[in-house]
């Protein structure tokens, strides 16, 4: 054990202060309304819950209000054109999440009638759907009695229990800690805890006198509680780097093609580029053209710190395949993930 005698979260006092104080989202069923007998849609809270994994809730609002606008229902999203979908996923990141995202809606129309099933153990049977998001959506959308772990959970438990080792190191000992505390409002209570986590326990900030849950927490006795959780010693991000072609036409079009479906932003379009590699190599231009160099962008991926020098020039259409050429007024809709959109930048593309 990595924290002795833990003492359950006292669950009424988080349910109480959640009936005041909730967060108005548009895929939540506020607690009053959820009292009253209107349960959340499970489509919405999945499409939210999948959105918000590696994204903040002030980003995924318009992209969640936008996909629900095109696509009210799993039916609908299942019949989508997978390109639409990526289309409109772009800037999100983490693109596998969007395909996983199109197979699901699809695995629900197609096996389960478009119903999401009602257990966490068999919503995990669906694409994409892993212990976390199976166990959000099951707990907000049916209330099974299930404790629902996230990020902002991690931060708040380490704190709570002042947990002595990085949150990965103790992910089971927290979510058996926190199962003791889950009530009867299963999916209230998940949703009241992660509302504690992103406005009072917050990454940087402890308001430790606001807080509900406040007199079962050991770290709030401590000098700084934010000193939890402790963190990952992280090791040197790695370093690629590569080039990328910006080709344009006589009238300004610019040539796009699709990435593998597999891999690193798989099936989003990009512009074509080299290798990236620990060491830049020289430039391997796909036709003879007068190649302006037009800087360099750099980009972050989890793993690696992607570095792009970027090269634009006027080439003639006849002498590509395989891509399209696209109006520079029809940039914003194209399926561009952030680093194609750094490029088309740098090369004065916006």
């Not at 695995?107 to 068999?122: E, K, M, T, W, Y």
């Not at 090269?311 to 399209?324: I, N, Q």
């Amino acid at each position: 054990m990595h924290f002795s005698n833990p003492t359950p979260i006292d669950a009424a006092a988080a349910l109480a202060w959640y009936d005041q104080h909730a967060r108005d989202l548009p895929w939540r069923i506020a607690p009053a309304e959820r009292a009253a007998g209107r349960y959340p849609d499970p489509y919405r809270v999945w499409l939210s819950e999948v959105m918000l994994q590696q994204t903040t809730v002030a980003t995924v609002k318009s992209y969640f209000v936008r996909f629900t606008g095109l696509w009210p229902s799993v039916a609908d999203l299942a019949a989508a054109p997978l390109d639409s979908v990526l289309k409109e996923w772009a800037g999100l990141g983490y693109y596998t999440r969007a395909r996983n995202l199109h197979a699901c809606a699809q695995a629900v129309v197609n096996d389960h009638a478009g119903v999401f099933p009602q257990s966490s153990a068999a919503l995990q049977t669906l694409p994409g759907i892993g212990a976390y998001t199976s166990a959000a959506i099951a707990a907000i959308c049916f209330d099974e009695p299930v404790a629902v772990l996230d990020g902002n959970l991690d931060r708040v438990l380490a704190r709570y229990y002042a947990l002595d080792v990085p949150v990965r190191e103790a992910k089971d000992e927290l979510r058996a800690a926190l199962q003791l505390a889950v009530p009867k409002r299963a999916g209230d209570f998940a949703q009241a805890m992660m509302d504690l986590g992103a406005t009072i326990c917050a990454p940087r900030a402890a308001a430790c006198l606001l807080c509900p849950i406040q007199p079962g927490c050991v770290a709030t006795g401590q000098a700084d509680p934010t000193i939890y959780p402790v963190k990952l010693v992280k090791a040197d991000r790695l370093v690629r780097k590569g080039h990328a072609f910006v080709m344009l036409d006589g009238d300004g079009d610019v040539y796009l093609r699709s990435r593998p479906t597999k891999g690193l932003l798989g099936g989003m379009t990009e512009v074509p580029g080299s290798d990236w590699t620990a060491e830049l190599v020289e430039a391997a231009y796909p036709l003879k053209a007068d190649w302006q160099h037009r800087g360099q962008v750099v980009h972050v991926f989890t793993h690696f710190r992607l570095e792009l020098e970027v090269w634009s020039a006027s080439v003639r259409p006849e002498s590509l395949d395989g891509g399209w050429w696209a109006e520079r007024a029809a940039l914003k809709s194209e399926a561009l993930p952030t680093l194609f959109r750094k490029v088309l930048a740098a090369a004065g593309l916006r």
